[in-house]
């Protein structure tokens, strides 16, 4: 294992007016950019077969500043990274084209989806010694909070505009953290609507009032913003609130996806969870309960915690863990609705998603073959001998 890690610090910044302004103007030419580079390797493909890579685009880029002056005001570096962005969307397309999945062609990015850029080799002093200024080229020196220290090597040094702030994410290598001690548990987990988590050990994650009024709002504020007239004062104001809003369910999503995360990880070796990229699952359930309740977050949240912590996490494919008893493997379909699993095989009598998390911790389990009577009657909890 690697003996470094990497660890993003993000910190509020508080810009000027002037530098508002530049902050704007730059993510403004980075969103340009990012959409040119986008036509350019379009154009390059369908008139010649040929594909550009972040090389070739970061070649073009003094032609670029000679045509428009104006990108003289940007730093060199921020402009290459566009270049890198743009390359990684492609990457990622070509990886889902090859995996089979829904792929996805990089698309242009409006102004409220292009809303970072990054310095992609800062000054490791790019935080005033007293902390209270963090210096952006070609920006200044801007008004910086650290609420907490950052620590390590700055890697890299990324601004982003949400909403109304502005907010500096420090990018640090720091020292991997000694794994967590073993703890001899392993659990399965269902990820649901009205509850966020259940877990194989019958426990439920609520998921917060707070959040789900605030969902609620945001819907309402959605629908009347489709309603406003475009280009009017009444639909900006309206389109100010929305993101306001989506910011903060946001935030509340994020803090109790870390919570849970957290938890999940400091008591558990093994962590099983439905893969989410299996496609249909998002068609099973409501699509839009699945967006709001935002699990690829919670997993990604998951995956990197148990990485620094030594732990195991692990996604099985999302078939029949909700229609096979956990005890016996008698299949059958249940009506959503209904929220307990009674077996007709075994007259088991639980929690319909206490049996799908125990049917996930099973499967996930590599003594485990699907369909293999002797394990599938086995009792649900593994030995932690056999975590290995
Ligand atoms: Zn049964």
Redesign the pocket.
């Known amino acids: 294992m690697e003996s470094t890690t990497l660890r993003a610090f993000k910190y509020r910044l508080y810009p000027t007016k002037a530098q508002i302004a530049s902050l704007d103007t730059t993510l403004t030419l980075c969103q340009r950019l990012y959409n040119g580079m986008l036509e350019e390797r379009r154009g390059a493909y369908q008139k010649a077969g040929k594909s550009l890579t972040a090389y070739d685009q970061m070649k073009s880029l003094p032609e670029v500043k000679a045509a428009l002056p104006e990108y003289a005001g940007v730093n060199a570096q921020v402009l290459q990274d566009v270049a890198k962005r743009l390359d990684k969307s492609f990457k990622g397309f070509f990886r889902r084209v090859k995996a089979g999945q829904k792929a996805g062609y990089p698309r242009f990015r409006s102004r409220d989806r292009y809303d970072s850029f990054t310095y992609p080799q800062p000054r490791q002093n790019s935080v005033s010694g007293n902390g209270k200024h963090v210096y952006l080229p070609k920006i200044g020196n801007v008004r910086i909070k650290l609420h907490r220290p950052f620590s390590g090597k700055l890697k890299t040094l990324a601004v982003k505009r949400e909403g109304q702030e502005w907010y500096a994410v420090l990018t640090c290598e720091i020292p991997r953290p000694a794994p967590l001690p073993q703890t001899g548990n392993a659990v399965g987990i269902d990820l649901g609507v009205r509850h966020l988590i259940v877990t194989s050990d019958g426990d439920f994650e609520d998921n917060p009032r707070p959040l789900r009024t605030a969902q609620k709002r945001l819907r309402v504020l959605q629908r009347s913003l489709s309603r406003k007239k475009r280009g009017s004062k009444r639909r900006h104001k309206a389109r100010q609130a929305v993101a306001k809003l989506h910011l903060k369910v946001k935030r509340q999503r994020d803090d109790l996806h870390h919570k849970a995360a957290v938890k999940l990880v400091r008591e558990n070796d093994w962590i099983a969870h439905e893969n989410l990229s299996i496609t249909g699952l998002a068609r099973t359930r409501m699509a839009r309960s699945v967006l709001d309740a935002g699990w690829g977050s919670l997993i990604e949240k998951l995956i990197s915690k148990a990485e620094e912590a030594g732990r195991t996490v692990i996604g099985i494919n999302p078939a029949y863990t909700s229609q096979d008893?956990h005890?016996?493997g008698?299949r059958e379909k249940h009506s959503l609705s209904v929220r307990e699993f009674t077996?007709k095989?075994?007259g088991?009598f639980l929690n319909r998603d206490v049996n799908a998390a125990k049917n996930i911790l099973a499967w996930s389990m590599p003594s485990w073959t699907q369909g293999g009577s002797v394990e599938r009657a086995c009792p649900e909890k593994p030995r932690s001998s056999e975590l290995g």
């Open positions: 008893c005890l016996c008698h077996c095989g075994c088991a």
